[in-house]
C-alpha cells in the first residue's frame, strides 16, 4: 500500500468514521439509513483509492486491500457497547431507569415505528448474546465490539 493511502486510512478510521458515527449510539436506524451511511462510506473509501464506479472495482475489494470494517458494523457495535454500559450502570441512574420505563397509552394505527430498544435486540440476536453477558465487561466486550480486519 502506497504511504499516501495509509496516512488517508488513518485519517478515516480517526477523523471521518467517528464523524459519521456521532451519537450512533442512541440511533433507532433504519435501512434507508443504514444504505446512506454505506454510501457515504464507500465514495470516502472509493476518493482515497483513486477509483471511480466506472474502474467497476467491488466494494468487498476496496475495504479488504484499506482492511476498514464496513461502518453499519461499527454502528451496531457503538449501540451494543452503550446498552452494556447502561445495563452495567447504578439502578437509580437515569439511563438505567429510561431503559426500563414503561409509557401508558396507545399507539397510533399502522405499522409501529421502530424503536431504539428493537435495534438492540436484532443487533443482540445476529451476534449471538444475552442481557446476562452484560454484567461481565470484558465478555461483553469480546462478543460485540467489531474490530478492523489486520
Partial sequence: MQ???VIAVKN???VIR???LHGSECWAVKKTDEKRLHVAE???????CGVTRMDKVRNEYIRGSLKVAPVTE???GNRLSWYGH???RDETHVTKRVLSLHVDGWRGRGRPKKRWMD?????MKEKGVSDSVTGDRT???KKTCCTDPK
Wanted: aromatic share 14%; proline share 3%; charged share 35%.
Fill in 139 to 141: 465478555e461483553w466486550k
Fill in 12 to 14: 478515516y478510521k480517526s
Fill in 42 to 48: 464507500m465514495r470516502m473509501l472509493r476518493w482515497m
Fill in 74 to 76: 461499527k454502528l451496531k
Fill in 119 to 123: 435495534c438492540v435486540k436484532s443487533d
Fill in 86 to 88: 447502561v445495563k452495567r
Fill in 18 to 20: 467517528p464523524v459519521l
Fill in 3 to 5: 504511504f499516501a493511502v
